[in-house]
């Protein structure tokens, strides 16, 4: 239905608010974003943006269709993912992101999976941290989002999307084997530190559990790229924290330490509520689940 497709390109005008910023996300021209726009109002009956010197912001009748334009596409999604369903056939397209770490242990072995036991089911993948992940998967962008949930932070409530726990990984403490042994982390006080940069979810667990040990880490550097992070561990330059999920080759040259308490962060699976229902979708789920699975 063409309508469905000018109604995700109005909504994605809603959510970016300019052409330009549609156009560069759809990688279609300005002018075909602005054709999509000017035949969605002449099917609706009514103009859904004008100007306003030199930006377009909407109608009255414009914000009636922002409000109730995604359940229409819940809708429409859920209708084709119960009518595929009803085939007894699993392909389809299905794009899935996820942090880093997530990406490098378990995007190789899902793609691997998926050929022999999934065939039909096409699967692309995209790096995005959580935040980005959530946002790309409410604006349909993403089908699922692979995301980490730390217990400095609580979950945020989304009755619009659907959550699957994979697994806990734990968290460790990585320093440079020239440095000797270290059993406390209060005797990392006084050395440098590479820590993911401020905002995510991480940096927050991790200064938390600095403060808890009695110092404030000396941030020296800060990156939420755990080959990097690993490198300047490898180094001698810093010590850092890395989840056990981070593939043992990226290990080399360092000394990775148990942390008290068990320190972990848990690994989710997020869908749309309305294509819970799709196969492919599913398939994509039960796979990360299962490989998962074998990483605890």
Known sequence: MSEIRRLQTFLGFVRLGTIAAVAEVTQYST?????????????????????????????????????????????????????????????????????????????????QALRHSAPGVRLRCVQAEPERALA????????????????????????DLTERQLCTDDMLLAVPQSWGPVTDLAQLANRPWVFEERGGPERAWAESLCHAAGFTPHIAHETSDVVLRCSLVAAGEAAAFVPALTPAALRHGIECVQLPGLQSRTLIAVTRGSSHADAAVQAVVEHVASITAGSE
């Open 31 to 111: 002018s075909a974003v602005s054709q999509q726009l000017e035949k969605l109002a002449s099917e609706v009956g009514v103009q859904l943006v004008q100007q306003h010197g030199r930006t377009l912001r909407l109608t009255a009748a414009g914000e009636v269709v922002a409000e109730r334009g995604p359940a229409l596409l819940d809708a429409w999604e859920q209708l084709r993912s119960e009518a595929a369903a009803t085939t007894g056939v699993v392909s389809g397209a299905v794009t899935a992101a996820a942090f880093q770490s997530a990406c490098l242990a378990l995007f190789p072995p899902l793609l």
């Open 136 to 159: 790309a998967l409410r604006a349909r962008d993403i089908d699922v989002a692979i995301i980490e949930r730390f217990a400095t932070r609580p979950a945020e409530p989304h009755a």
